[in-house]
């Protein structure tokens, strides 16, 4: 009797193919023909049709040619996982220990050429998947493991139209497993039941819904169906679904507002959350549910130990849950092409072979039939009958004319390939000898930029698997192990590191723990070697030709050569070379251009410092000009206040005694001083004599005669010059 689990998972399965991922199948299989051609690209009736009427069915892929051109751009851009700490009591160090973690991962599972199938399937089929997962086959503490799913076999939740797994219902991968690998993967008990069920040959061989899968054999039912039951080569269908449930389980709320579930979690993490600030308590939580089982036998029914299903998606065009990929729209154009060309074939075929009129017994040396299967051949001879009319001899049928624009048609098919695809001829590195290689890869640089979709989805797809693989570190990466990292230094030689996680000191701290502190994820791109290296390459000689003096060993690394390092190891080894004449005086002759180059550039400063110090002069010219105006007014003034004062100084003289005023003119006049006005150049004094000043005075200098003598007594006194003390 079927188990009621194992029966809602059949149901769902078939819910899944019902709602459209038969009609998926069908059109990823159509893509997958036509990508690798190979006669595959015309449906088998219409080559029987063409095969019974005798005509032709060509077949030019163009397709692979274009997409291999879109996933070498894949190939030649290598994936960078890296961390940054974020919160808690993450720090650079354990972020770069984290990355160097990720990358020995990545190097593990060859998730280069992972990534490079799964994005072939999406430019293929539409879809590309990773499965990611923990391992315990080859060590107990377990790793992180990393596949890749057939697009046919995954069907991802009907009614879903996001991208991201997390807003999906559920997820089903269909698998196809031996007993051996059920009893490896789900213990024999499980593999015993499976013996036992009935339920027909539709867990074993197609069940109405399939598409024929792509296998080193043909799908072949009926070899499949003679196979015994028992036999441990025949395989079983394995429904595994994965889908969300509400549980009441135990968690923490961070200090950030962050869930997290403990039931996985090392008891030390959580303690340090707690500590933090974190808050435990019981609540409902979505959880995964993974439920594995057959059509009547459930396999493996228990809570998902991870945060998000396995499945991790890749489309390279999405559309609100409408997948498409770079084959799809290239169907047309190559059908068109194909048909084109054929016809084309089939009309050179006919003017060739365009056939024959004939009088019957015209032919002397072969009968209707004969001229009817040798009428093509080159170099016939027909012998016709003595006295046979002109209008009665064999007369060549004239051939249809290949139409007007027929090969227009064909090179349009071309172009429309490379518009569908979005790869032209610029990509691809197609272009003549005159092109120089910086020009041929900017072109190709503007052409990747029609890929721009496929490719900004691929780094989405990224940047979720490098998510969940640091999920998966920080959960089950918790015991001490030791890792082996191969480096590279400065001068380009390998190095092993070996890096020890999870340790714990003598302090009670542990070395490089990894299950505590949030990490921000960054997916970065190294650039392909073609256009990186080489570049570099020929940017270290360029620069040496200028005069950088790179050493060699850091030019050589950038090089292609096979045995670079040892070269390096030599070059090291050597004693140091006599330095070439040549080189000497080259280098010599730079440095006095250099040197002449400075000089001419400090005249010019100086110059410069000259114009401004002229100018600077002139300001202060300036200046003292105006300085010296003033003090000339200055000058001015003061000795017409003295010669006032020296007049006023006379008058009162002679107001006292009016018999110097002639004195004073005899002796001005003696002296050459020209007068202004009306002589006498000093006038009569015609007033009453002034009465002498009667002041009071001791002959004593510190005991004056009164306070106001002492007062305005000095040598700058104002008084009349000449007057009795």
Known sequence: MADPKATENWDRYVYGLNKGHTCYMEQARLCEDFYLGGGNQWAELDRQILAAAGRPALEFNQIKNKINAAVGYQI??????????RSGPADAETATTLSKLAMQIADNNQLHFKETQVFGDGCIQQRGFFDVRMNYSDTILGEIKIDVLDPMDVIPDPDANSYDPDDWADVIVNRMLTQIEIEALYGSAAQRSVEDEESGDTIFTADGYEVERRT???????????????????????IDRQFWQMDKAEVIITATGDIRIVED?????VAQMVADGGIKQKRRVKRVRWVVATKETVLHDDWSPFNHFTVVPYFPTFRRGHTRGLVDDAIGPQQLLNKSMSQFLHI?????????????????NMNDGELADRGAETGLHLVIKKDTAVENRPQKIQPNQVPTGFDRIIDRAQGLLEAATGVNESMSGSQGNEVSGIAIQTRQFAAQQQLAVPLDNLARTRSMLATRMLEMIQMFYDQPRIIRITDVDATGREQTQEIPLNFPQADQRILNDLTIGEYDVVVTEAPAQITFENSQFLQAIELNEKGA??????????SNLANKQEIIDAMEKQPAAPVDPTLQAKAQLMAA????VQADTAKTQADTTRSQTDAAKSAASLDLLKAQTADIQADTVAKAVASQFSAIQTAAVIAQTPATSSLADVILSSAGYVDHDAAPIVPQYQGPAAAPLNIRHNTDPLNPASPAVGLHSGIETPRIEGAPA
């Open 76 to 85: 030649g851009n290598r994936m960078d996982i890296g961390f940054r700490p």
């Open 216 to 238: 080193f054999g043909d799908d072949d039912p009926l070899f499949a169906e003679a196979l015994e039951k028992d036999d441990p080569g025949r395989r079983i269908r394995v």
């Open 265 to 269: 979690m090392k008891p030390e993490a």
């Open 348 to 364: 050179i075929n006919t003017t060739a072979n365009s056939g024959w009129i004939t009088v019957a017994g015209t032919l002397a």
């Open 549 to 558: 003096n790179i050493p060699w060993p850091f030019i050589i690394r950038y």
């Open 593 to 596: 251009q250099s040197a002449k």
